[in-house]
């Protein structure tokens, strides 16, 4: 499995899947065209973007590309590196028919074709998974931040003093933290936000 430090944006949950069996990364799925609505994935993507750069990879059908092109008219700052996949024809083996285009989408693709894509956009990270010491269910846990009383509300509060959007669960909180802090610098900040907070 490949490390790639910045998070990647895909249409839907199966290509999610698709890539979480070959590289390690933060994966947020857009929904299909829910993008245009959905405020608090938008600020996630945006946040993402200015923080640790964003890997655009969508289905190279017109709808893919049309929500490429809304999602870099939302981010204003920050690195964006977009991924194309070939135009391939075929089905998904989990759909009954053919795409309106009648194209692969990104969960079509093979590991191999996938590969060759990120790495003609250069966005290979030089180190490989096994992240040193990242912050685990348990330090949230021993921060009051999940699993006990009020702790959805202590993470929301600290989630909103982070910048990251409000509505987000305690694994994706985990995900979008690892994802931007090292241990240390993630435990110090909660614990000085939280001390502030009582």
Do not use: W
Request: aromatic share 6%; charged share 30%.
């Amino acid at each position: 499995m490949i490390k790639i430090d910045k998070a990647i944006i895909v249409e839907g949950k199966y290509d999610k899947i698709t890539l979480s069996n070959l590289v390690e990364a933060v994966i947020i799925p857009t929904n299909g065209f829910s993008v245009y609505k959905d405020r608090e994935t938008a600020e996630l993507i945006k946040l993402f973007a200015k923080k640790t750069g964003i890997i655009i990879l969508t289905d190279s059908d017109s709808a893919g590309l049309q929500i490429r092109s809304r999602l870099r008219s939302i981010i204003n700052e920050g690195e964006v590196i977009n991924v194309f996949i070939p135009e391939i024809r075929g089905k998904e083996k989990r759909k009954r028919a053919f795409s309106k285009q009648g194209l692969l989408g990104v969960e079509g693709m093979t590991k191999e074709i996938l590969l060759e894509a990120f790495e003609r956009a250069g966005v290979f990270a030089e180190e490989r998974v096994g992240k040193t010491d990242p912050v685990t269910k348990a330090d949230l846990l021993d921060l009051g931040l999940c699993g006990g009383e009020n702790s959805a509300v202590k993470r929301r509060m600290l989630q909103k003093k982070l910048g990251f959007p409000s509505g987000l669960s305690a694994n994706m909180f985990l995900e979008a933290v690892n994802a931007m802090y090292s241990r240390e610098e993630f435990l110090h900040k909660s614990q000085n936000i939280l001390g502030e907070l009582k």
